[in-house]
């Protein structure tokens, strides 16, 4: 999974007869810091009741469809927690 | 999933068989401002009634056979809706 | 699906049960122009008997099964459809 | 797979109800040299009882979820095994 | 799938079971050229007999379980083949 901070919402009257009432967050993937890494904002399927601003932890890839308990859902990318603590000490010796 | 411009259309007669009748039409992924990113265009199935020139939310990956309807179809990548509004108005503060 | 030509083609004796019988092809990514894109070539199986020197639509990931009808077959990657025709006259206006 | 160091911990309260008590560690790709590569560190699931600073495998996509057993546990990265040695002594002649 | 030299051997006691027996080499990813690319060496496991130095085919993704017959071994990369000859003739004339 990957880190990422949900930077907005989007809106689509036609789409997917699976995804009516999906609640869809854009997330920029970030690093250990916090800030955003090289990679393009993606379209997340929330089902965890994150909001704009918050840390969260995002799936991709078919596994997604498992966090909206639809297998025929056709989403790559999903919400799966929000982060309360992120601690990275190591440092190689 | 993620966001794109739709930009033109591809024709192939001989093609795998759950293929035949689908409409594929190619694909620019954008940032959220809807500048082209680096990547290149890509062909992807639409279920939702596309044209050239909309702004669109395009899934990738085996679960793109769920937006088709057919999980037998070769595809991995399709148009899963149409954008109305993308709102990102998030900054770090 | 992405775009590529077909540039040469790979024998191997030793190799997995079920892809004995496949014919495996040398693909190189392209761009809508048709020029090489930064990816590297990787090895198709073609289904839609295209050749050399041609442009065809490839599928990658667990959906190039589907294209070989035997979903215990272990590929990534697979032909399926051989291009006629890519419009892509849009331009942001 | 590849090769990981795991670099950190990460606590997430709400989440998918399949990832409650799931231990999750961040991971840190290196390479054979055991240095960091470009890569992001991504959040894995630990299977095999890694604990921060060891060398690690991990695997990435659909198949993470066979390693913690739940099919339909939404996570797409996860530790499969503890490197003892690495020998990496071929040059091309 | 990609074509990659196998550069070396990795070891793990503690691992995944249904990784118990397997065989995991190095394989660095090249070019047609078999000259390494950009990309990190990766693990993978092999079933068709591969040793280091040897030029092989390898899968990536979730197919990769097939090559090891095992649906629920969480493997993500396999060699599939051991290439004879590659021929790439073709240039755009």
Do not use: W
Not at 36 to 57: K, L, N, R, Y
Not at 67 to 89: M, Q, T, Y
């Amino acid at each position: 999974m990957e880190i990422g901070i949900v930077i907005g919402t989007v809106t689509a009257t036609r789409k997917d007869e699976h995804l009516v009432g999906t609640k869809m967050l854009v997330t920029q993937p970030v690093g250990i810091d916090e800030k955003p890494t090289e990679s393009q904002p993606i379209i997340t399927v929330d089902t965890v009741g994150a909001g704009v601003g918050e840390s969260v932890i995002f799936v991709k890839g078919s596994m997604a469809s498992r966090a909206v308990h639809n297998k025929d859902s056709p989403v790559d990318a999903a919400i799966v927690g929000i982060i309360d603590v992120l601690e990275c000490d190591y440092r190689k010796g």
